[in-house]
């Protein structure tokens, strides 16, 4: 029968370390600790196969650390480590340390990364240690009015992510507020292992204290109610917001104990659920680019950065430019925008334009980039994890792809590639279409047909699950 062990190490860094996640924070020093970050982990064991699923309280963890960390798990854990058996994900928190993937942010500290190589490894052998006989229970909850669909369509046709816009609101985005829980107990009741499956950006708290935000807090209260370990796992939340947005550590213990209130006796909710089989699927996947923008329009976008750099942020030309940084830092638009704060963003910003000017001036044809894309079964349970941000509707579409199988999308798996928008998104445009690329230091937005290829994809790994057993 399944078996199943949980682990955790601390990874939080020293007070001092800049922060990911809020361009707006200038790479300015931590000043305190809010939370500590840990890695957490499961393992999972049937037929004599090991599974090891690794779950950061950290933005995301780019292609070369992951590397490093999977390197290091590969070398500790010998014969019972196999890549497709051996996923990393991260709970997507803004208030943990760069680990490579911004522009406008400092590079990963190396003795940091060390610190990542070495926890992730304590943490999968504690697991592993812990492996027991299991039983699988779960329950789904909903937590209403805790998040929001960020993208607003406004009347003027524009997108906006303000958490106040400053036009009438059209319409927005779809939600998805369920909250699913899996909880693994041995043959005799007791709890090992728990997991939280939900959609919610960790974007509480803005201050420049460490912090896991929300996943963190909410991974722990249930772990608590559950008396187990528990995990978090991002669900499609690419354009998912609480409805505390860029506020203090005050605000963010509000929003849990208000999430709190629909977490009450769990433990009568817990169905028991199939373990076997246990598998996993891999299939490769290569997102493509959209062509790169004409040299005059690439041109006039460094042009404008460098204006706003060197102070101007008053010229008619200008402004579209400065809207967008105030859609990006969660600024309303009739606020002023702060001068440090809006050079520093053009600073950032203009260095990458300068590439895209240099790369449309050779007329380069762009490589495709891989996207990590997999599937775990246990028992009637599929987790698709995706090394991307996925939009929620992308998710819901996930979702529904087995009558057979309870599918749930995760987010944020490693090495993360950015947003992945649904294809309506990328005709209405706003930030996650038309400016995250540019941090995630990409040449151009991903193409159009991205989301479609995608599904198509998930679609071939459900199959393949579907093929076996119950």
């Not at 334009?353 to 990590?372: D, F, I, N």
């Amino acid at each position: 029968m399944l078996e199943a062990g949980a682990g955790k190490a601390d990874i939080t860094p020293a007070v001092g370390t800049p922060l990911s996640g809020f361009i707006s924070r200038e790479n300015r020093p931590s000043t305190g600790i809010d939370t500590p970050l840990y890695v957490r982990a499961l393992a999972l064991r049937a037929q004599g196969q090991t599974y090891f699923l690794l779950s950061y309280e950290l933005l995301g963890l780019n292609d070369e650390i992951e590397q490093q960390i999977t390197a290091a798990l590969a070398a500790d854990l010998g014969p019972l480590y196999a890549p497709e058996r051996c996923l990393l994900t991260a709970v997507h928190t803004h208030s943990g340390p760069p680990t490579g993937l911004l522009i406008g942010e400092s590079g990963p500290d190396p003795a940091y990364v060390d610190l990542l190589k070495t926890q992730s490894t304590a943490a999968a052998h504690q697991a592993l240690d812990a492996l027991q006989p299991a039983r699988l229970y779960t329950t789904v909850r909903h937590l209403p009015g805790l998040t929001y669909n960020r993208r607003a369509l406004l009347d003027d046709g524009r997108v906006s992510i303000s958490p106040v816009p400053d036009r009438p609101v059209v319409r927005r985005g779809p939600l998805d507020d369920s909250l699913t829980i899996l909880l693994f107990r041995d043959l005799a009741g007791k709890p090992l292992a728990a997991v939280a499956h939900f959609a919610c950006h960790g974007v509480a708290v803005a201050s420049q204290h460490i912090g896991a935000d929300i996943p963190g807090l909410l991974a722990g209260e249930i772990g608590a109610r559950l008396q187990a370990p528990c995990l978090f796992l991002q669900s499609a939340a690419g354009d998912v917001n609480p409805t505390t947005v860029t506020a203090g550590f005050t605000e963010l213990r509000d929003w849990i104990r208000k999430a709190c209130t629909h977490l009450d006796n769990l433990e009568e909710d817990l169905k028991p659920a199939p373990t076997l089989p246990l598998m996993a699927v891999e299939h490769p996947f290569t997102l493509e680019f959209a062509p790169l923008p004409p040299v005059k329009v690439a041109q006039r976008q460094v042009d404008h950065l460098k204006r706003i750099a060197g102070g101007d942020t008053q010229s008619a030309d200008l402004q579209e430019t400065l809207r967008a940084f105030k859609n990006t830092m969660n600024i309303p638009q009739d606020a002023p925008l702060d001068a440090a704060k809006s050079r520093h963003v053009a600073q950032a910003l203009a260095g990458h334009a300068s590439r895209v000017v240099e790369a449309a001036r050779k007329g380069a044809t762009l490589p495709g980039l891989p996207l990590r894309l997999c599937a775990w079964r246990i028992g009637r349970l599929a987790l698709v994890f995706i090394a991307g941000e996925v939009f929620t509707s992308t998710g819901l579409k996930i979702r529904g792809l087995s009558e057979r199988l309870t599918v749930l999308p995760v987010s944020c798996a490693s090495p993360l590639v950015g947003y992945l928008p649904d294809q309506e998104a990328v005709f209405q445009g706003g930030y996650e279409v038309d400016d995250a690329w540019r941090f995630y230091g990409y040449p151009a937005p991903f193409a159009f047909n991205s989301e479609a290829r995608l599904v198509m994809a998930v679609v071939g790994l459900i199959r393949e699950l579907s093929q076996t057993g119950i």
